[in-house]
């Protein structure tokens, strides 16, 4: 399993950008689909966006589709999440996980769908 780190979270005024940066380290990281999940306080975790291996392909929830997008590097072992148009809505703590082996469409993923995540990073965004 690969060990992941992200980085890149803070406070942010509605309407601003943000990149997350996720590093993975301990894996084959091009083995692995990658996907990013977010939780605020006393909701569930979330789906938000996930990429392909190879990152050909990349999927995204409804509520972040347009202003999200998702990408990796596999020489940099390293997958992105650029927040663009953010609104207070989008405020949780973001977690980086992977998924070893393929990725295919689905309408949403679930947390037991990847098996190595990160530790998180807290995105806040002010009105």
């Known amino acids: 399993q690969v060990q992941l780190v992200e980085s890149g979270g803070g406070l942010v005024q509605a309407g601003g950008s943000l990149r997350l940066s996720c590093a993975a380290s301990?894996?084959?990281?091009?083995?692995?689909?990658m996907g990013w999940f977010r939780q605020a306080p006393g909701k569930e975790r979330e789906f938000v966006a996930a990429?392909?291996?190879?990152?050909?392909?990349?999927y995204y929830a409804d509520s972040v589709k347009g202003r999200f997008i998702i990408s990796r590097d596999n020489a940099k072992n390293t997958v992105y999440l650029q927040l663009n148009s953010l609104e207070p809505e989008d405020s949780a703590v973001y977690y980086c996980a992977a998924r070893a082996g393929p990725l295919y469409y689905r309408s949403t993923y679930h947390a037991g769908d990847f098996g190595s995540w990160g530790q998180g990073t807290q995105v806040t965004v002010s009105s």
């Open positions: 301990g894996g084959t990281f091009s083995s692995n689909a």
């Open positions: 990429i392909t291996r190879s990152g050909g392909s990349a």
